[in-house]
């Protein structure tokens, strides 16, 4: 009888589990769509920051006493330049690339929840999400680190079809996703999509680990602050349950958090995947000899050169020597005003999302 009770419940178990697990891919899916399209202007001049060699402020450019001006210094700039050059409709040059970033991100978030709430499931003896609360904030970090990993790996030619078509500028080399895929993988062949997957595992353990574990450590803060100011005023609500308001919060201060620390190893991820993506012939437009490196117009300022940087440590030291500790930090202002709202937009979408589909299947 007692097999048969264990039988049972493993039986009911499983459907369950399945449930679950949909609903957190399903949810991680659309919160990570409405995110990335949302942000998605901002994650361009990000990018084209990241790639460009040369100064990406006013200021630099002098303290250096360099003359020849650099294509992008500042986001007011590049933002009036991108929308000058690439023109109407404005998709054409703030959404660029964003498709396959959709194609990316949604992906990625789906399988960042779904792994993410397993392992917590795991570690908290339960898969109710109120006792993952609970569980330490080491635990919360490593159980980000690891659904991040785990996505990351899951998505990554998407990010790197992504960061190529949105660093193109005008004129672009690659006009779709899938002459970029094509000519990367006739080149380079597979492992071509893969190209800078180190650096981009390197990042995604502080940055996912930093974003869910001060995303949960926030939360537990704000349930204490709302239980303290119910035993202090007439405020009478103890349950766990936040505001729309307070889990934007949260989640704003998560990505903010996450970005600071983690975007030098953003800007490293980028010059190594322009780096080790291209080994092929400039169209005639452009140049009439062959070169290789990241395929864009001279006007563009100094070419990331294919196989400039052995590794990501020789990136981290040839950035450094020749660029100055601000070079690490090229595109922050950006990066850091996309990642915030970001992360708050994802927990959110991600928060409503899952308790829709939780209460339209049970």
Same mark, same amino acid.
């Given at each position: ?67 020849? +001006?650099?294509? %992008?210094?500042? *986001?007011?700039? =590049?933002?009036? $330049? @991108?929308? /000058?050059?690439? #023109? ?82 005008? +004129?672009?080399? %690659?006009?779709? *996703?899938?002459? =970029?895929?094509? $000519? @990367?993988? /006739?080149?380079? #062949? ?173």
């Amino acid at each position: 009888m007692r097999m048969e009770g264990e039988g049972g419940e493993a039986a009911t178990a499983a459907p369950g589990q399945l449930k679950r697990a949909l609903i957190d891919s399903t949810a991680g899916a659309i919160a990570g769509g409405i995110s990335r399209t949302v942000t998605s202007p901002l994650d361009v001049i990000k990018i084209r920051f990241q790639v460009q060699l040369e100064p990406t402020s006013s200021w630099d450019l002098v303290r250096r006493n360099m003359t020849a +001006p650099s294509k %992008y210094t500042g *986001m007011l700039q =590049a933002t009036k $330049d @991108i929308f /000058r050059e690439e #023109g109407l409709p404005v998709v054409k040059g703030f959404w660029r690339g964003n498709v396959p970033a959709l194609l990316m991100v949604m992906p990625y978030t789906a399988i960042q929840f779904a792994v993410l709430h397993k392992l917590k499931t795991f570690a908290a003896g339960s898969s109710k999400t109120e006792d993952h609360i609970h569980l330490s904030p080491y635990l919360s970090y490593i159980s980000g680190a690891l659904a991040g990993c785990t996505a990351t790996v899951g998505s990554y030619p998407f990010d790197l079809l992504r960061t190529i078509l949105a660093s193109q500028g005008e +004129p672009k080399v %690659y006009p779709t *996703m899938r002459s =970029a895929f094509v $000519d @990367i993988t /006739r080149t380079r #062949g597979f492992r071509g999509l893969y190209a800078g997957l180190s650096p981009t595992l390197v990042e995604i353990v502080p940055y996912a680990g930093l974003q869910f574990g001060m995303y949960d450590t926030f939360k537990r803060w704000t349930m204490a602050w709302n239980h303290h100011r119910s035993s202090t005023t007439s405020f009478t609500s103890t349950d766990d349950s936040l505001s729309s308001f307070q889990l934007f919060v949260c989640g704003l201060a998560a990505g903010t958090c996450a970005k600071l620390v983690c975007h030098p190893l953003d800007v490293v991820k980028k010059r190594f995947q322009v780096d080790s993506a291209f080994s092929i012939m400039i169209v005639k437009r452009f140049s009439s000899f062959e070169i290789e490196g990241l395929q864009r117009h001279p006007r563009y300022g100094a070419r990331v050169e294919h196989h400039a940087y052995k590794n990501m440590f020789d990136a981290l030291r040839q950035i450094l020597q020749i660029e100055g500790w601000a070079g690490l930090y090229k595109g922050i202002v950006p990066s850091t005003v996309k990642a915030a709202p970001a992360g708050a937009i994802t927990f959110l979408a991600y928060e409503f999302t899952s308790d829709w589909l939780e209460s339209i299947l049970t």
